[in-house]
């Protein structure tokens, strides 16, 4: 059984060493060699003492402790990533943690430590151990016998010397050489490569693949500032040490990051009560990872030209902040940066290990993704379309589009559409035809069952270097040009008939999306049952054998604008019929479907409703040939309907609370449609009876 916790059990004389030693940053001690240090107080960001075990959660909150190593006391900032201790009442009043990370930053002349990352547990009601003071040239009263200062001392010494040279702080790096200064930037001169002054000591600093989360990465890493070549100083005197973009936070203000610039927007223009400004964005990244950075105003003239997408730069001087993720677009990281009139960038020649991290979402499984939500995205571009230029219905600007089609391993085709300046730049290449494309932070729609379209936070990598991009060209080779590759057969959720392959075979493709990854098969009866579609999220399942029975005649089609881009109602007008987004006229409009059926099946009815792409596989003909068909006759048209009757498909459905004049109900839209294939269907439940073992 472990003995109690102790006055013994404190790393004594910690806070001193530490405080009065030059290292500002200890990246992940080992449990044998982590600080243990005692909580005296615990506070949040309005003074409030929250000693008393658990507390509620509350928006962006901060929490200032006291910590102490028996000797003496300081306070410290809690990152916020560890709020949740605080909450569980793991840190509290007296209790003890181990402190694996820790920081060390001057604000205002004073020295602040922030715990960046700590382990704690509940131990019950402890004392507090010894007298600790607050005067670290003091020593108090009254220590156990056998407490030996200098014991003490040479073990914190150790720890701090051990973990900075672990993670590249030599502890007597070469002086920096004098920068240049940069014409017009008010910046200092470039550096040379990162390896000078670093050293490592057997047995430590051998970062795991774990390190910084999911996603893929390319390149070692290291979280402690570097000794890196001479870039900027961030201060008179200061030495040149590049920090990685993971350990900026809010509390420094001295430190230099060397980053690639993986993404850059283009010059936004907004209104405020102010007036009129102006913004842009990059993403800037490291073998750490990333964050983005925004300039406004003035800033947008003295950088935007010189940030160069793929290029590094040394950067310093700006301001650090917690992100607001609604405009973090795909960036993973708790903090954004802002730059100033102030701010040091300076170009450097060659490249740095850069930590590519993504979620990726298969292109079969979109149907699982809500309406809007933004994802990740790894394929091969099969079809490059010309760009068009549209009119911003917001700006009344020019804006140009370009539609491509990207393919998977899970032998999915999804359109997607850039815009702007990724449109514009994105064009074919006659040496690699069929580039693989990252998209990170790209937007769901539904439009045809499911589409993408870059938004002002898309980031899109061309060939990204990564073990899954590899791994994505050689199936696509073997699978589209191999010689046991007789046919490149893919599903799409849009309406494009059949896809080219460059190799002459050419592929089939599912009209309407009848595909979406994994089904889950649903009945009618359920959708009241399980309350389905009353989430927050749409719920997606399979109705096998829904038989039509009722079609609503009334509004069965609507017209629409005949422009290829827009799917606006028309109105009848005396110049045509008129479209109001497009401000054109026309002689004819573009009929499409919007109709409402009732499906019924061995367990009950619903109404489901059905748009152009999906009602034109239930009736066979187009909106535009069932409209001439009614007004040529009206009861052929009829006849025709009821030949519609009684016949069963498969249906893809998304179901997804809708509220119409202050009610609320549970709406059915069918994204895909399929006829019932009773051979696979046959063997798929056969399966299934394999599955329960019968």
């Not at 993971?246 to 009560?273: D, G, H, M």
């Not at 007036?275 to 950088?303: H, M, P």
């Not at 589009?401 to 990207?406: E, L, S, T």
């Amino acid at each position: 059984m472990a003995a109690p916790p102790s006055f013994a059990s404190l790393t004594h004389l910690f806070i001193r060493t530490f405080s009065q030693s030059s290292a500002t940053n200890l990246q992940d001690m080992g449990p044998r060699d982590a600080p243990s240090l005692q909580i005296l107080s615990v506070r949040n960001a309005k003074g409030e003492s929250v000693n008393g075990g658990p507390v509620p959660r509350s928006p962006n909150d901060r929490f200032r402790l006291v910590i102490s190593d028996g000797i003496h006391f300081a306070q410290a900032m809690l990152a916020t990533a560890m709020n949740e201790l605080v909450y569980s009442g793991a840190i509290y009043k007296c209790g003890l943690v181990h402190v694996k990370s820790i920081l060390a930053n001057e604000v205002q002349d004073k020295r602040v430590i922030i715990l960046r990352d700590v382990s704690a547990t509940n131990q019950g009601d402890l004392p507090r151990f010894g007298s600790p003071m607050q005067d670290l040239t003091k020593m108090p009263e009254g220590l156990p016998m056998g407490f030996d200062e200098a014991t003490a001392v040479a073990r914190c010494h150790d720890i701090i010397e051990r973990y900075q040279a672990a993670f590249g702080m030599a502890p007597a790096p070469p002086p920096p050489q004098e920068p240049q200064p940069v014409q017009n930037h008010g910046s200092y001169g470039m550096g040379g490569g990162m390896g000078g002054g670093m050293h490592q000591q057997s047995g430590y600093g051998q970062p795991s693949e774990s390190m910084y989360g999911s996603g893929q990465s390319m390149g070692s890493s290291s979280m402690a500032p570097r000794n890196g070549p001479p870039g900027p100083s961030v201060g008179v005197g200061a030495p040149a040490v590049v920090f990685p973009i993971r350990a900026l936070t809010p509390y420094q203000n001295k430190w230099t990051i060397k980053a690639t610039v993986l993404q850059k927007s283009e010059v936004r223009t907004f209104t405020n009560k102010n007036g009129e400004g102006k913004l842009f964005s990059v993403t800037l990244a490291d073998e750490s990872g990333e964050i983005r950075a925004t300039g406004f105003g003035d800033v947008v003239t003295q950088f935007y030209d010189l940030l160069v997408e793929n290029h590094v730069f040394y950067v310093s001087q700006a301001s650090i902040k917690v992100a607001r993720k609604q405009y973090a677009g795909a960036v993973q990281n708790e903090y954004e940066m802002t730059l100033e009139s102030k701010t040091q960038i300076i170009p450097c020649s060659g490249s740095i290990a850069t930590a590519i991290r993504y979620e990726r979402v298969p292109l079969s499984h979109l149907m699982d993704k809500e309406k809007d939500a933004t994802i990740d995205v790894l394929g091969v571009v099969k079809e490059i379309q010309d760009a068009t230029t549209l009119v911003s219905k917001t700006t009344n600007r020019p804006l140009v589009k370009r539609d491509i089609i990207m393919v998977d391993d899970s032998r999915f085709a999804v359109r997607a559409t850039l815009w702007g300046r990724q449109a514009e730049t994105f064009v074919p290449d006659p040496a690699d035809p069929n580039p693989i494309l990252l998209l990170k932070g790209v937007r769901v729609g539904d439009y045809g069952g499911r589409c993408l379209s870059c938004i002002g936070g898309t980031s899109m990598i061309i060939n990204p270097d990564v073990p899954d991009a590899h791994r994505l060209r050689g199936w696509y080779d073997n699978a589209h040009d191999g010689p046991s590759a007789p046919g490149f057969e893919l599903s799409s959720y849009s309406q494009n008939g059949v896809i080219q392959g460059s190799s002459g075979a050419v592929g089939s493709i599912l009209a309407n999306g009848a595909g979406s990854g994994p089904k889950t098969y649903k009945t009618f009866v359920q959708v009241d049952n399980e309350n389905l579609g009353n989430g927050e999220k749409a719920d997606y399942f399979t109705v096998r054998g829904a038989t039509v029975c009722v079609i609503r005649e009334k509004s069965l089609s609507y017209p629409a604008c005949q422009s290829a881009d827009c799917q606006k109602k028309v109105f009848l007008s005396d110049n045509g019929w008129r479209c109001e987004k497009c401000s054109k006229y026309f002689p004819t409009p573009q009929y499409r479907y919007i109709s409402s059926m009732l499906f019924c099946d061995f367990t009950g009815q619903q109404w489901v409703s059905f748009f152009n792409e999906t009602a034109e596989v239930i009736f066979g003909k187009t909106a535009n040939e069932l409209n001439a068909m009614y007004e040529e006759n009206e009861d052929t048209f009829k006849e025709f309907l009821r030949s519609c009757f009684f016949k069963q498909y498969n249906l893809r459905i998304r179901a997804k609370v809708d509220t119409y004049n202050s009610e609320s109900r549970v709406r059915l839209t069918c994204v895909s449609v399929e006829p019932i294939q009773y051979g696979p269907g046959a063997h798929e439940l056969a399966d299934l009876i394999k599955a329960y073992g019968v």
